[in-house]
């Protein structure tokens, strides 16, 4: 059985989408890195519900903007990871509307633990903080986008298969 998860579409999807991501990090960098961080490339975190090619890709995405431009080593690892599992739970969510909420709530969890051992800063408020500037960016710019997309004849992947 040929392995469907390496293939050169998939990989070249990922590319792309980590490329976009990374790019629209930098773009809006004045809002990316604060403590009601706004990352406009969250918005992104829809594009799971199109393509299995998006789950590496946000992870790589999110990766490369933590490396260039984190806080460091906990922030690159975790963070990263915190992606990677938000853009699969996103993924299998058969719910348009819940596309966006793994990020919203892996990062409001995840992201204040970082700062806290990072920066010192507190992790209620920072959850807080890092809760409503998630669901600005995948909510508030993610879910249109996702019915923009649906609009101009982008479908969503119904077949759900374990990967």
Not at 148 to 159: D, P, T, W, Y
């Amino acid at each position: 059985m040929k392995n469907k998860i390496f293939t050169i579409e998939i990989m070249t999807k990922s590319a792309l989408i980590a490329a976009l991501y990374v790019v629209l990090v930098y773009a809006f960098a004045s809002t990316s890195f604060l403590p009601v961080q706004v990352r406009v490339a969250e918005a992104l975190c829809i594009l799971p519900a199109f393509t299995f090619a998006a789950v590496p890709g946000l992870f790589i995405g999110c990766l490369l903007s933590n490396i260039l431009g984190g806080l460091g080593m906990l922030d690159i690892v975790f963070g990263s990871l915190a992606t990677l599992l938000a853009a699969y739970l996103a993924y299998k969510i058969p719910k348009n509307i819940l596309k966006p909420l793994p990020a919203v709530l892996i990062n409001a969890v995840v992201v204040p633990i970082i700062l806290y051992y990072t920066v010192n800063a507190p992790i209620l408020l920072t959850a807080l903080e890092v809760f409503v500037g998630q669901a600005i960016a995948c909510y508030g710019l993610g879910l249109p986008l996702m019915y923009a997309l649906q609009k101009s004849g982008f479908k969503i992947e119904s077949k759900r298969t374990s990967r």
